[in-house]
């Protein structure tokens, strides 16, 4: 049988490519996981930038305590220590004759620190359980086995203050209470303490003033985010570092631009809007001069539409800027809309809910609204309002049962001047700017306006707005 090999199989890969592909993917994963457990901003970034190298050292220099510094000393003590037991056991077995060991005892008391007893022979005690910390349990059994030779038994824990040892001998067993002091390290600790608490002393440090410095960049993306929401800055003031500095007056300077522009913009608007008016206005009279004909009302109903163009057109133009902010009832406002819009014949449920404030620009949300109520009765014979607040949302549905729009035209319809005349009556007029003035006063709100397929079978259109 002769193998066949496929051509479209790539060739076998080097093993270290197969290891770096494997490690790179390792690594996205790492970073992919870690990253959803990081700080988001600049102020918790801040802190852990600080405190991760600071707990790092804090933990090497502590490990080199540890290993250098603390088991050191404890192995020195502990060799003094065993070094007093070898001897007091030296010069019990030169000096037998010492029946009563009343001198071996005093001088063990007086010169080494150390209380000793000669119990009647018998077997040590069973070996008790390990102290959960065994540096002192660790190096003392190594020295007395490397000073004394014979068989022990050893107690570090019974008694905090004090250890007891025990020494088998030839006719009895030495037993010697000495202070944990003596053996170990005790005072070791201290070093721990302040180095914890200078750490605390730091890290309260860093924080407060981390937070001052952190407070200047927030205000500023406050005063930004405010501004592009058409509310009022004029209280914000550049403070802090001098790069904030930097970026506040720049802000400030971009703000004044805007609000002069804005400034021109509208005063070109009002004369254009006045001119145009006046015009319209003449029209009508001289159409009202003649006398009553099918030409004359078609007349009539082309200046009733270039009127309602030129009002949308304005609208579009000048946007919402120069509406003030209020505390708005959001179901009282549908209400509103939806007894104007049953004045026009068409037919609007509102669902009823728990009254909802928000803070806007009443006007401009009442637009914003209106339009899309009214994008939804002018191509469907029903409409529904529903509303919910979740989460500090806003969500008011609009849904008809209309023939809808196809998903891949649901992001035109809210370009400006675009009508979707193929789905749509071309009777119906229409300067295909509503739905563009509703998503940008959406946005100009912080909300959102976005399309998709209705439970009645048409269109629904879902605008969020922060409450």
Not at 256 to 277: A, F, K, N, P, Y
Not at 329 to 337: A, C, K, P, W, Y
Request: aromatic share 8%; net charge neutral; hydrophobic share 45%.
């Amino acid at each position: 049988m002769v193998d066949t090999i496929d051509k479209d199989e790539p060739p076998h890969r080097p093993f270290y490519r197969r290891a770096f592909t494997l490690v790179s993917h390792a690594w996205a994963i790492f970073g992919h996981t870690l990253k959803r457990f990081m700080p988001r901003g600049l102020y918790g970034r801040s802190l852990l930038i600080f405190i991760t190298p600071m707990v790092l050292l804090q933990a090497v220099v502590a490990f080199v305590f540890m290993e250098r510094h603390w088991e050191t000393v404890t192995r020195r003590l502990s060799h003094a220590v065993s070094r007093d037991v070898a001897a007091i056991i030296s010069v019990h077995q030169n000096f037998p004759h010492l029946d009563d060991y009343a001198n071996l005892i005093s001088i063990a008391k007086n010169d080494l620190d150390l209380s000793i007893s000669f119990l009647p022979s018998e077997d040590l005690p069973p070996a008790g359980p390990k102290p959960f910390f065994t540096l002192l349990d660790r190096t003392l059994t190594r020295e007395i086995t490397e000073q004394v030779g014979r068989p022990f038994w050893i107690d570090t824990v019974g008694r905090s203050n004090l250890i007891e040892i025990r020494i088998k001998l030839e006719n009895s067993v030495l037993r010697v209470i000495a202070r944990r002091s003596q053996a170990y390290a005790s005072n070791s600790h201290i070093f721990l303490v302040w180095m914890v608490g200078t750490s605390l002393v730091l890290i309260l440090v860093a924080i407060i003033f981390l937070r001052n410095q952190i407070k200047p960049i927030q205000q500023l993306a406050n005063a930004a985010e405010s501004f592009g929401k058409g509310r009022d800055v004029a209280t914000f003031k550049p403070y802090g570092a001098s790069e904030v500095r930097k970026a506040a007056a720049a802000f400030l300077d971009m703000r004044e631009r805007i609000e002069r522009q804005i400034e021109q913009r509208t005063i070109m608007l009002s004369g254009v809007s006045h001119d145009l008016r006046t015009l319209i206005t003449r029209f009508r009279l001289q159409l009202a001069l003649l006398e009553e004909s099918p030409e004359t009302g078609d007349l009539i109903n082309d200046v009733d539409e270039m009127q309602h163009m030129l009002e949308d057109y304005l609208a579009f133009a000048r946007g919402d800027q120069g509406e003030r902010e209020t505390t708005i009832n959001i179901v009282s406002l549908l209400r509103d809309i939806r007894k104007s819009t049953l004045a026009t014949g068409a037919s609007v449920i509102l669902h009823r809910s728990e009254p909802v404030e928000i803070r806007g620009r009443a006007g401009a949300l009442k637009r914003c609204i209106q339009n899309l109520i009214d994008n939804a009765v002018k191509f469907a014979d029903h409409a529904e309002i529903t509303i919910s607040n979740s989460d500090d949302i806003l969500t008011i549905l609009v849904d008809d049962d209309g023939h809808g729009i196809p998903i891949e035209e649901r992001e035109s319809v809210f370009k400006p001047f675009f009508r979707l005349d193929m789905a749509r009556n071309q009777d119906i007029g229409g300067t295909g700017l509503g739905l563009a003035i509703a998503r940008d006063i959406a946005r100009g709100h912080g909300g959102e306006i976005i399309l998709t397929d209705s439970p009645l079978g048409g269109l629904r259109a879902i605008l969020t707005l922060p409450t």
